[in-house]
């Protein structure tokens, strides 16, 4: 690669990447240069500076796809350049993402025809499509609550405390009261009698997660759907149901066909699922699926027309790359439904193996479920001595990336890692992990206890308290260092 030309003593020409002074001067990081540089000095350095990131492959904290065909990453360079929102010049682009969101509508069983359309868009993840299908119960929430001459200024929405980040950022942006049920040690899910008990005229929906951030199961939405039912005969409310199926909405309908937690249920108004998880493409595409367009109220899509023709759009931004879209109609057609069920069946295999390998160690409790997203979480069984935390750090200098995390309220105590088995996640890899956990352990069982690690697990010293009727010192249990934070990992 050529940078400059450096004049030598013997006035030769030197062309050579590192005999520039581009190679010995910082980097800008506050203001943008005065000057120019090569281009490929500027190639140069920001490669330099990327090698420090993980290998991606190896971040088994992410549900998002990491490989894909060369032949689609072909389709991704050759559209990158294309703005999906200009219909008018791009019209088999949009031809391209209207054909996805009836696949996927179909796939979720919409009740619609075979040649209907749906109602669906695509987004550039899940976390858009659930503010927007949060944004369409909230509007018509207060549509009927208007025209019944009743308040309408204290919506809610009931979860629990196991979503996403996204939704308390919905909840948050949107003015959405957000109620929670809390977990419990041994069951990390939303409890749907709880969550029906929680649901008063002021919610908006239910929102049911198929295959939950933590551990990768799936909510009985079947069950919620049923005593919801019940409850809105005996109120006279309509509370509906939203499904967040943004792990799991590509594994359910190839893995368990049988089970209901779709559009088969009546009270599910509306899916949102990651394209750039299960659905097999890059960062960037997620969709949002509506059971009918009397679920998608009017007056929240807009018309435009300065791009050449009326386009209707229903998104939080505008602008964004159309190659996402052209790569998820590739994997469908590419795959088709047996391909993609091949690839969920060796992926919940080798999540199997990975399991197999860590109950040998005798170290481990198992969170995650056989039945869910392919991911295996897991505790200790006895961390005492060093905390699942530690693990995940010692596993860096495998190259491997894992993360350890608590569990949301009430199941603060409990501390897991966990492992996402993706496509390009074969078996040798997994047994490979399992054997570096084995390692990692035998070594930390070798070390003294931290007194770093007590911190995030000990009770404190007796801390004097004078009260009115006691001069006893009161004990405080100090169970974590970590704040409650909702898992951020991307949607």
């Not at 969101?101 to 179909?106: C, G, K, Q, S, W």
């Not at 990651?274 to 007056?299: M, T």
């Not at 206890?449 to 801390?463: F, G, I, M, Y």
């Amino acid at each position: 690669m050529v940078l400059t030309t450096v004049v030598c003593d013997s006035e030769e020409h030197l062309d050579y990447t590192f005999a520039s002074r581009y190679a010995s001067e910082p980097l800008p990081r506050y203001k943008m240069p005065k000057r120019p540089m090569p281009k490929e000095a500027a190639y140069q350095v920001v490669n330099d500076e990327l090698m420090l990131d993980g290998n991606p492959r190896l971040n088994l904290g992410s549900f998002v796809t990491t490989w894909m065909e060369p032949e689609c990453d072909e389709l991704i360079m050759a559209s990158i350049n294309k703005n999906y929102v200009d219909m008018e010049q791009y019209p088999l682009t949009t031809e391209l993402q209207n054909r996805c969101v009836n696949m996927i509508a179909h796939l979720f069983h919409a009740p619609i025809g075979d040649t209907e359309t749906a109602v669906g868009v695509g987004t550039v993840g899940s976390s858009e499509a659930i503010m927007l299908a949060g944004l369409a119960f909230k509007r018509k929430w207060q549509n009927k609550r208007k025209t019944e001459n009743k308040p309408y200024d204290k919506p809610n929405i009931v979860t629990g405390a196991n979503v996403q980040v996204c939704w308390e950022k919905f909840a948050r942006y949107f003015e959405v009261e957000l109620k929670e049920v809390k977990l419990r040690e041994g069951y990390y899910v939303m409890d749907p009698v709880k969550a029906v008990e929680m649901v008063d005229e002021n919610t908006i929906c239910v929102a049911a997660i198929l295959g939950s951030t933590l551990n990768g199961e799936f909510e009985d939405v079947k069950l919620l759907n049923e005593l919801l039912t019940k409850k809105n005969q005996e109120t006279g409310w309509d509370t509906p149901i939203h499904v967040d199926a943004a792990s799991g909405g590509f594994i359910a309908p190839f893995l368990y066909p049988e089970l209901e937690w779709d559009f088969r249920l009546p009270l599910v108004k509306s899916i949102n699922v990651s394209g750039h998880k299960y659905g097999l493409v890059y960062a960037g595409v997620g969709w949002v699926v509506w059971r009918s367009k009397d679920d998608l109220p009017e007056e929240l899509i807009f018309h435009i027309n300065y791009l050449g023709t009326d386009q209707p759009t229903f998104t939080l931004n505008f602008s964004k790359g159309a190659s996402q879209i052209i790569a998820q109609y590739y994997q469908f057609i590419r795959l088709g439904f047996e391909g993609y069920k091949n690839i969920m069946e060796n992926c919940l295999g080798n999540a199997k193996a990975l399991k197999e390998g860590l109950e040998k160690t005798g170290r481990f409790d198992i969170i995650s479920k056989d039945f869910g997203v392919p991911l295996v979480a897991f505790s200790l069984k006895d961390s005492s001595k060093y905390t699942v935390f530690q693990i995940a750090q010692s596993l860096k200098r495998f190259g491997w990336i894992v993360p350890a995390y608590t569990m949301p309220p009430d199941a603060e105590h409990i501390d897991i890692i966990r492992v996402v088995i993706r496509e390009d996640f074969n078996r040798s890899l997994s047994e490979r992990l399992a054997s570096d956990i084995e390692k990692v352990v035998k070594e930390l069982d070798e070390l003294p206890p931290l007194a770093s690690n007590k911190e995030a697990s000990v009770t404190a010293a007796a801390v004097t308290h004078e009260t009115d009727d006691s001069k006893e010192p009161l004990k405080r249990s100090i169970t974590r260092k970590i704040a409650n934070k909702k898992t951020s990992g991307v949607c």
